[in-house]
Antibody
């Protein structure tokens, strides 16, 4: 059974960066990608990007391209999402999930609340 | 890439069937058989219910089914149960495997 566990809630100042971790238990790191999704308060889901840890390949949504970096550490089965130049509009829950590309995100983390406030 | 279009809300009574539509373009829904659907209960993470337009992950009841015609995909839930009350999101892959979600549909079981 695959389990995905994310790091805890964060409070950040405008203009700063946030780094959220995502650890996958259950051996999927070698066969799956890790995808990141943002959900702003009361709003829908928004895909941010993904990494294929086996190859270190990343894809980013165009709107995040300039300030999003996704990395992965295969030795610990952990992926990281860094979002920079934060504004209040980035206040959201960030989810990571394992994904077989084209077949959807099948195992989700619990979500990480990031609050951006001065 | 623009979000896919879903109705904001649908409703049905227990035992009935409901269908949620998801309209995109030939660059996403219409161009690839890679549509998925997610269920999200309040305060919870999304759950994959359908992938590859029609396929169900292990453990998802066969009351949930998916289809597609042209640029519009649909999720049908038959034999509605109170626990089906949730938000539902469609998602399609596009060029370069970019994912695009719909705006979400709130399902109310009356």
């Amino acid at each position: 059974q695959v389990q995905v566990v994310q790091s805890g809630a964060e409070v950040k100042k405008p203009g700063s960066s946030v780094n959220v971790s995502c650890k996958a238990f259950g051996g999927t790191f070698s066969t799956h990608s890790i995808t990141w999704v943002r959900q702003t308060p009361g709003q829908g889901l928004e895909w941010m990007g993904r990494i294929i840890p086996m190859f270190g390949v990343t894809n980013y949504a165009q709107r995040f391209q300039d300030r999003l970096t996704i990395t992965a550490d295969k030795s610990t089965s952990t992926a990281y999402m860094e979002l920079s130049s934060l504004t209040s509009e980035d206040t959201a829950i960030f989810y990571c999930a394992t994904e077989m590309i084209s077949k959807g995100a099948d195992n989700w983390g619990q979500g990480t609340l990031v609050t951006v406030s001065s | 890439q623009s979000a896919l279009t879903q109705p904001r809300s649908v409703s049905g009574s227990p035992g009935q069937s409901v269908t949620i539509s998801c309209t995109g373009t030939s660059s996403d829904v219409g161009g690839y058989d890679f549509v998925s659907w997610y269920q999200q209960h309040p305060g919870k993470a999304p759950k994959l219910m359908i992938y590859d337009v029609t396929r169900r992950p292990s453990g998802v009841p066969d009351r949930f089914s998916g289809s597609k015609s042209g640029n519009t995909a649909s999720l049908t839930i038959s034999g509605l149960q109170t626990d089906d009350e949730a938000d539902y999101y469609c998602c399609s892959y596009g060029a370069s495997y970019i994912m695009v979600f719909g705006g979400g549909t709130e399902l109310t079981v009356l």
